[in-house]
């Protein structure tokens, strides 16, 4: 099972681009990569998956370089609301009772 | 209303007793998940089940057990509550199929042991 490493916390100020990057060396062929969030006292939720390249949705892009090693997730314009704890998480989805959950990286938005 | 929906939301209970924690959900999944969560980390996995007539265990499934009544329906009980037993728990659920992608939680039952 891959290994993810990613920033214990971080901090930022609202309306800038935040991008928090996670690297899984030993990242497998048929693993994605999958971002959740959480906020305090609520269960995870999903943000965005993906494989290669780049993926963008409604509230997040996801940056994968060619050889997959590391990830980073992108969030414009933040505001408060997006002061939470953010996973990121390497295995093959139809494997997901597998995935590990490291501790996330604290993004806390300040005004 | 919720998905995935957790009851009790909260619970104290006393050493040696036995608690459950229920789980219901509504996205029609056949997978369902038990997690447990400390202060300041991840989620671990107590129990999962891919389908009705399946219950595996995961990393830390010592302490609980489980059923699954129903496609919909995920218990998790404590036999003998103990202290260190005290955190967050949530229930979760995913598709086997395409969309498997994504899991999802519940708001989760806080459980604290005296």
């Known amino acids: 099972l891959a290994k993810t490493t990613q920033p214990i916390s971080m901090d930022s100020y609202e309306g800038q681009e935040v991008n928090i990057t996670c690297s899984h060396n030993?990242?497998?062929?048929?693993?994605?990569i999958t971002w959740y969030q959480q906020f305090p006292s609520q269960g995870p939720r999903f943000i965005i998956q993906?494989?290669?390249?780049?993926v963008t949705n409604e509230v997040a892009s996801l940056f994968i370089p060619a050889d997959r090693k590391s990830s980073t997730l992108s969030l414009p314009r933040v505001s408060l609301s997006d002061t939470a704890v953010y996973y990121c998480?390497?295995?093959?989805?139809?494997?997901?009772?597998?995935?590990?959950w490291g501790a996330g990286t604290k993004l806390i938005i300040k005004p | 209303d919720a998905d995935v929906t957790q009851t009790p939301r909260n619970r104290i209970t006393k050493t040696g007793k036995r608690i459950m924690l229920e789980c219901s959900q509504t996205?029609?999944?056949?997978?369902m998940y038990w997690y447990r969560q400390d202060p300041g980390l991840g989620l671990r996995l107590i129990y999962y089940s891919f389908d009705v007539k399946d219950i595996n265990k995961g990393e830390i499934s010592d302490g609980y057990s489980v059923s699954r009544q129903a496609q919909a329906k995920f218990s998790l009980s404590l036999e003998s509550a103990i202290p260190n037993q005290t955190a967050l728990y949530f229930c979760?659920?995913?598709?086997?199929?395409?969309?498997?992608?994504?899991?999802?939680f519940g708001e989760g039952s806080w459980l604290t042991v005296v």
């Open positions: 979760a659920t995913s598709d086997s199929g395409s969309s498997g992608n994504t899991i999802y």
């Open positions: 996205k029609g999944h056949d997978r």
């Open positions: 998480l390497v295995g093959d989805w139809r494997s997901n009772y597998q995935l590990i």
């Open positions: 030993n990242i497998a062929t048929n693993d994605y």
């Open positions: 993906g494989y290669k390249t780049k």
